[in-house]
């Protein structure tokens, strides 16, 4: 990583590696605990959309591995340093789907997928960002609608059903983003109440 340098630091008589970066020393063990909390947080998200909620509700298989993948985008897009910033991923991520939801349940009641109408809702989906002051919300939104509206296409019997399932699952990834992030920053921080240590 750019501006990082590898340093020695002794924790209970042990010389463990750390690195440095934007003036924080991260341990190894830490470094090891953001991954393995990222990686069971995915896993959970993943799970909870194509084995619990899908026994309420399921569209098809491929629906529901993709509903398990979009959760899992969720997650790893809210999953950051601190829980404040958690948390204002969560909320832009949110926003962001909201949006898509809107502009791309809208268009499915009323039209079957075609590349030009997921063009132009890409295009009035950056339009309405802008003109709120958001524009760092324009790529998740297209992105978002750009994932739905292909999936419509895919399945045309269930199009306008698609938006409502990715809020869905980017409300269930979100959840154990925010959760993960919490839990494992509140572990770290009990572990070592040194904030220059820790990187909290």
């Not at 993948?69 to 950051?80: D, K, N, S």
């Not at 939801?101 to 890409?122: K, R």
């Amino acid at each position: 990583m750019n501006g990082s340098a590898l340093s020695q630091m002794k924790v209970d008589g042990v010389m463990t590696s750390t690195q440095k970066q934007d003036g924080k020393a991260i341990s190894t063990s830490q470094a090891v605990g953001t991954g393995c909390a990222l990686a069971i947080s995915c896993f959970i998200s993943y799970a909870v959309i194509t084995h619990i909620l899908t026994r309420a509700y399921s569209v098809s298989r491929d629906d529901d591995l993709l509903g398990g993948m979009w959760a899992v985008v969720a997650t790893i897009f809210v999953y950051r340093e601190s829980y404040q910033q958690s948390v204002r991923a969560a909320l832009s991520r949110m926003a962001a789907t909201l949006l898509s939801f809107v502009l791309c349940l809208a268009y499915l009641l009323m039209f079957s997928f075609s590349p030009w109408g997921m063009a132009a809702l890409i295009g009035i989906g950056a339009i309405i960002l802008t003109l709120l002051g958001r524009s760092e919300d324009i790529i998740t939104t297209g992105i978002t609608t750009a994932v739905v509206m292909v999936v419509a296409g895919i399945s045309p019997e269930h199009a306008w059903k698609q938006p409502i399932l990715r809020l869905v699952d980017t409300a269930v990834g979100i959840g154990v983003g925010i959760a993960a992030a919490w839990i494992s920053l509140s572990i770290v921080s009990k572990s070592n109440p040194n904030p220059q240590r820790s990187g909290i």
